[in-house]
């Protein structure tokens, strides 16, 4: 495998993740059944890409506007964690404002994230 391709799957990851965060409650909810885990697997994996970026930014592998374009959902799962766990149930999941603000959220950070790849 070449560096180049391992960078572009990497890359398609995290927008798979922020796309999986932007998807529709409906989408959502069918994912966490079919996977047999709770809604707030979606942001543990959110969580993981996160860390991940930060390491390629500190390493020097990844620009910091990529990271940047991130900070935003960050900041929002944070904060909906800072709630306590209502808004990690399935009903929040499917009817909380929070929650369709964060699958705004994510759709902007997507863009964003590709656009500072260039």
Excluded: C
Excluded at 52 to 69: F, K, T, W, Y
Aim: hydrophobic residues 40%; proline residues 3%.
């Amino acid at each position: 495998m070449t560096e180049e391709w391992k960078s572009k799957g990497f890359y398609q990851w995290i927008a798979d993740v922020l796309e999986q965060l932007s998807w529709d409650p409906a989408r959502q909810l069918d994912y966490i059944r079919a996977a047999k885990v709770g809604a707030d697997e979606i942001a543990l994996q959110f969580d993981d890409a996160f860390q991940l970026v930060r390491g390629r930014v500190h390493d020097g592998s990844l620009n910091h506007e990529a990271l940047q374009a991130l900070l935003p959902v960050d900041a929002q799962l944070r904060s909906m964690t800072e709630e306590g766990p209502d808004l990690w149930s399935n009903e929040a999941l499917s009817a909380d404002q929070k929650w369709q603000e964060l699958r705004i959220t994510a759709e902007r950070a997507k863009a964003e994230f590709k656009r500072a790849l260039g």
